[in-house]
C-alpha cells in the first residue's frame, strides 16, 4: 500500500502545483491587465492633453490672424488715404500749369498772325498783288 499512497500523495501535489500555477496565472493577468489599464488611461490622458494643445494652437493661430486682418485693412485704409491726398495735391497743383499752358496755345495763332502780317504786307509790296 505504500505505492497506492505514493501515487495518491504525488497526485494531491500535481493538483495543488496545477492549483497554484493556474493562481500565479491570474495574478500575473490581473497585474498585466492593470498595466494595461494604466497605460491605456496615461495614453488617453496624452490624448486629451495633445487635443487641447491642439485647440489652444488653433486658438491662438486664429486669434493671430485675426489680428494680422486688422492690421492689414488698416494699413490699406491709411494707404488709401495717403494715395488720395497725393492725388489731390497733384490735381491742385497741375491744374493751373494746364491752364497757363491752354490759354498760352490759344494765343499762338494770334501770335503767329501779328508776326506774319508785317511780314505779308512786305511780299505783298515785292511782288505788287493785293492779295
Not at 496545477?18 to 497605460?39: C, F, I, P, S, W
Not at 494680422?68 to 491709411?78: C, L, P, T
Request: charged letters at 25%; a positive charge; glycine letters at 10%.
Amino acid at each position: 500500500m505504500d505505492v497506492k499512497k505514493t501515487a495518491t500523495d504525488a497526485g494531491y501535489i500535481a493538483i495543488g502545483l496545477g492549483v497554484m500555477g493556474y493562481q500565479q496565472a491570474q495574478n500575473r493577468r490581473r497585474k498585466l491587465t492593470g498595466k494595461l489599464d494604466a497605460a491605456t488611461t496615461k495614453v488617453a490622458d496624452r490624448g486629451r492633453e495633445v487635443q487641447g494643445f491642439v485647440a489652444e494652437g488653433t486658438r491662438q493661430i486664429g486669434a493671430r490672424g485675426t489680428a494680422a486682418r486688422g492690421k492689414a485693412e488698416q494699413q490699406v485704409r491709411v494707404s488709401v488715404n495717403r494715395v488720395q491726398e497725393v492725388g489731390t495735391e497733384v490735381a491742385r497743383r497741375v491744374e493751373p500749369v494746364v491752364e497757363q499752358v491752354q490759354s498760352q496755345l490759344g494765343d499762338i495763332p494770334e501770335r503767329v498772325i501779328q508776326v506774319i502780317e508785317p511780314v505779308t504786307a512786305r511780299v505783298r509790296e515785292m511782288t505788287g498783288s493785293a492779295a
